[in-house]
């Protein structure tokens, strides 16, 4: 049987100059009349072209008489060209047909290539520029050029444009996120100038620049096309201009750039100042850079940044932190928000100023000189719309720079009240600050106005003797500046010397005391938040100073070098700057080690102290004592830490098992555990002790199993009667978790024996006795317990105790008075945690008498508690508690699967602790459901509460 041949391959061309194929060989198509039909066809895409179209499209002014035996012969001659495919041009009755695949079009062709990259570009981006990269090589020239003339020809020439802009930006968009931007990058800024208003291109053409790290010229591109959009059609661009700029700055910056908010509002009011700031204004209304010169001290930071507030948006350049020429840059895009992370920093700041109008403040330039006159002369002839304005000790040097020198504060005149010169006002509103009180009397004003002119009127100078008053009198502050070395006597030191910098000023203050009142600043430095009267004479005493004490701490008042605070106790503080260099000088005399030695005493023998009365009636002042040195305690541990100061850091841990016992700092029971895990400790003999307050900490943290591994292996290794009592009571406790009620008596009455009957061993045996059905035996036990308590937290854990046998034995109105007894007592002494358990129990009772409210409201505050310190062993209790209060209420689902997940929970009671402690468990089927995670029980609990309140 003969083989029919299929027709040879035809490809028509039409993205550059008419092209017709035939079996891959070119094929030579003349007249400019058959080209058109050629074309004409070819664009139909497989479609019948009708003969009255062809005809209009040739003849579109009139048609010849013969026009259409014409178009026949054209027809007819384009057969011959297909040669031996002339079957694909194929006659129909009202027209003529071109049968094209799609891949014998290379325009059909480019349109399926630019759809598929589109569909696969998120999951083959590869492939998908691959495909693009072949679109855009499918144009070969200009498109038909020979035929625009041909009305439909010229309206499909438009259409091929708009393919090609989309197969090219799309192929840029895919290079750029393939990481190929350099490739395109001539492609893109081509595609732009094509049509400068065309707002695609020009955000491609940003895309690349910054993608090759050109950020700074992606974001001038950006305000060109701004600008010549405004003034060419008078529209603004489309917001992705706005979004593309900070996602450029943020690709080279990582963050948006935002102009800066303005600059933050000074605390205090600027006094007499008000001539020059509006000098400064005019100033900046005329001149770019305006440099405002001036001794150290003399206010010029403060005048600056009040123009800048009232110059609305802002952005200020602090340089006094800055030590290196190179870092301005990166300081500048630190203002401005910006993060750079490539490129070049000065120019992407550049770019994000632009020629937009706005201030720039560059305040302390003296040090840096060379790289701020750099820097302005970039933004000045950068930014034409930034006006500067610099401070400085001396001018930058620049040709553009107008210098304006502030003067001192003006001082009162003979014939004029003392209180309206700028210097005196400025004394005045200070020192009420220290000193509230009356307005001064003529006497005290004539007193201030002679302060201030000798002090020359400087600002900073008349703050730091305006502070003075904090201890002194105004004549006594008058007298000491006579005696203060070289302040007025025996001619006045330069206000350079003085105020060259900040740490000069510190230093030149240092400098005026004495060698003992430097030593007593140096050792106070370490103590990172201040001290009290008591400690500073102490450590004065133990520096072993010639002069009194008192008087040396007072003279650091004076000097302005520490702050005396009179709010409840007098408590001494350093601003940080001053402690800084109060540690920086103390180094460098050799007296570091000395100084760290004598604070891991002092917090030794604080926390012995704290140790020792908390367990009498003054716990409550050991309790805010503690909260109050918890900063220096920290300091004092880290240090200990960091220097291997075993024997300190264990008297620290050990001397605080009260507070890990019943207070919520958990951060001293992270101490605790960390001690413990320390190898160095195995070896010691206090590490039953440590290991004992590691089990407390440990128990706290609702993990009762590593508790009772920790208080065994110390009671194993205790080598005295507290490390010994510490694990016996540690024991005690994860034994009530385990519900093995004979070892929690044994465990007690051995640790009572030890600490003696005023503790709260007593109380936990009741508990155990209680809860194994004895309520009789455990009321004399707790008896026993509070006749011995002292202490107010003591007293408040026998009211619980009290309250507990009450509640188990069914007589609610006095289990809640107990209850009511114990919360009250532990809030006077800090004693969080009883304050929880107490309260635990309180909203059973209230639950059990039909309060449901209350009891809901409670639960919820108490297991917010108990979450936020980790304590899951009594976290579970609650819940527990709330899932039987939940069943009385009909609310079965969330009682099952949180009583579900408190029975496979490790750290939870191995039997229900009504109200905190053990208590014989309530049996619940398990749900048929998964049991919960702890983050979904706590989210059901609230609801469950939220829900059961609102019925």
Not at 507 to 526: A, G, I, N, T
């Amino acid at each position: 049987m003969a083989v029919r041949s299929l027709p040879p391959p035809v490809r028509v061309e039409v993205l550059g100059p008419l092209r017709l194929l035939v079996d891959g060989a070119p094929v030579d198509v003349s007249g400019p009349k058959r080209r058109a039909v050629l074309a004409l066809l070819a664009l139909a895409e497989g479609r019948i072209v009708t003969v009255d179209h062809l005809v209009d499209a040739l003849w579109p002014s009139e048609v010849p008489e013969s026009g259409r035996q014409a178009l026949h012969n054209h027809v007819s001659r384009l057969r011959g060209h297909l040669g031996p495919a002339a079957a694909r041009l194929e006659t129909w009755h009202d027209g003529y047909q071109l049968a094209l695949e799609r891949d014998e079009l290379d325009v059909a062709q480019a349109r399926a290539l630019l759809a598929t990259a589109r569909t696969t570009a998120q999951r083959d981006p590869a492939g998908a520029l691959s495909l693009l990269q072949e679109a855009h090589g499918l144009w070969r020239g200009p498109v038909l050029a020979d035929l625009s003339e041909v009305v439909p020809i010229a309206t499909a020439v438009e259409e091929y444009a708009q393919l090609r802009r989309e197969v090219t930006d799309a192929l840029i968009d895919s290079s750029i996120a393939a990481g190929q931007a350099a490739e395109i990058l001539g492609l893109a800024a081509a595609s732009s100038a094509a049509d400068t208003l065309r707002e695609p291109a020009v955000l491609l053409l940003m895309r690349a620049l910054a993608a090759t790290g050109q950020a700074a010229e992606a974001l001038r591109v950006g305000r060109e096309y701004r600008r010549r959009l405004v003034e060419e059609t008078g529209l603004d661009p489309s917001p992705a201009l706005d979004e593309l700029e900070r996602e450029i700055v943020g690709g080279v910056a990582g963050s948006a750039p935002s102009r800066p908010e303005g600059p933050a509002r000074p605390t205090t009011r600027l006094i007499g100042r008000e001539s020059q700031v509006a000098a400064l204004h005019r100033l900046l209304a005329a001149e770019r850079l305006v440099t405002l010169v001036g001794p150290g001290g003399i206010g010029k930071t403060r005048v600056a940044l009040e123009v800048a507030l009232q110059s609305g948006t802002a952005t200020v350049l602090l340089l006094a932190p800055v030590t290196d020429p190179a870092a301005i840059p990166h300081a500048l895009a630190a203002a401005m928000n910006l993060k750079i992370d490539q490129g070049d920093v000065l120019s992407a700041c550049v770019a994000v100023l632009g020629d937009r109008p706005g201030l720039l403040m560059i305040d302390n330039c003296e040090h840096l000189l060379d790289g701020v006159r750099d820097t302005v002369d970039v933004i000045l002839s950068s930014c034409p719309g930034i006006s500067l304005l610099t401070t400085s000790r001396e001018p930058l040097g620049l040709t553009a720079e107008y210098v304006s020198r502030l003067a001192p504060l003006p001082l009162p005149r003979p014939d004029q009240d003392p209180s309206r010169a700028p210097s005196v006002a400025l004394f005045l509103d200070r020192a009420r600050r220290v000193r509230p009180g009356p307005p001064p009397t003529p006497a005290e004003l004539c007193t201030v106005a002679d302060i201030v002119h000798r002090l020359d009127g400087m600002p900073l100078a008349i703050e730091l003797a305006a502070g003075r008053l904090s201890t002194l009198s105004l004549a006594d502050l008058r007298g000491r500046l006579d005696r203060s070395l070289d302040l007025l006597g025996g001619g006045r030191p330069s206000a350079d010397f003085r105020h060259r910098t900040l740490r000069a000023t510190i230093e030149w203050s240092y400098q005026l005391l004495s060698e003992d009142e430097r030593r007593l600043f140096r050792h106070l430095s370490v103590f990172p938040d201040g001290v009290d009267l008591d400690t500073a004479e102490r450590l004065a005493a133990e520096l072993g100073l010639e002069s009194d004490p008192g008087s040396a701490l007072a003279r650091l008042v004076d000097a302005s070098m520490i702050d005396a605070s009179f709010q409840g106790t007098t408590r001494y503080r350093m601003l940080e700057t001053l402690r800084a260099f109060g540690l920086d000088r103390l180094a460098a005399a050799g007296e570091e080690k000395a100084a760290i030695e004598r604070m891991a005493r002092w917090a030794v023998e604080l926390a012995s102290w704290i140790d020792a009365t908390m367990t009498t009636e003054r716990e409550p002042e050991a309790d805010a004592v503690l909260r109050r040195e918890l900063p220096n305690l920290r300091a004092a541990w880290r240090l200990v830490r960091s220097h291997g100061c075993l024997e300190d850091a264990a008297a620290m841990v050990i001397a605080l098992f009260e507070t890990v016992a019943y207070r919520d700092l958990v951060e001293l029971r992270d101490w605790a555990e960390e001690l413990a895990g320390d190898q160095a400790l195995a070896g010691h003999p206090r590490a039953g002790a440590v290991l004992g307050t590691a089990a407390e900490a440990a128990y706290h943290r609702g993990d009762y199993r590593l508790a009772d591994r920790l208080a065994r292996t110390g009671l194993e290794k205790a080598s005295d009667s507290v490390g010994t009592w510490h694990c016996l009571m540690v024991l005690s406790v994860a034994d009530l978790a385990r519900g093995a009620y004979d070892d929690v008596v044994e465990h007690s009455l051995a640790a009572s024996v030890l600490a003696g009957p005023h503790r709260e061993s007593l109380g936990i045996a009741a508990l155990a006795t209680a809860y194994a059905g004895d309520p009789d035996a455990a009321r004399r036990l707790n008896e026993r317990g509070l006749a011995g308590a002292v202490s107010p937290t003591m007293l408040s854990w026998g009211a619980y105790v009290a309250g507990e046998i009450e509640s188990l034995a069914g007589h609610s109105e006095p289990a809640e008075r107990h209850y009511v007894r114990a919360i009250d007592l532990a809030r006077t002494s800090g004693a969080t945690f009883i304050v929880g358990v107490a309260t635990v129990g309180l909203l059973s009772v209230r639950a059990s008498t039909g309060r449901v409210h209350e009891a809901l409201g409670g639960y919820r505050d108490v297991i917010e508690y108990f979450a936020r310190n980790g304590n899951w062993t009594h976290l579970w209790v609650t819940l527990r508690n709330l899932a039987d209060l939940l069943r009385r209420l009909g609310d079965d689902e969330p009682a099952a699967l949180i009583d579900a997940a408190a029975d496979q929970a490790p750290d939870a009671p191995a039997v229900d602790r009504s109200h905190g402690v053990e208590r014989p468990a309530h049996t619940v089927a398990a749900p048929a459901t998964p049991i919960p995670s702890r983050v979904a029980v706590l989210e059901m609990a609230r609801q469950a509460i939220e829900r059961n309140l609102t019925r």
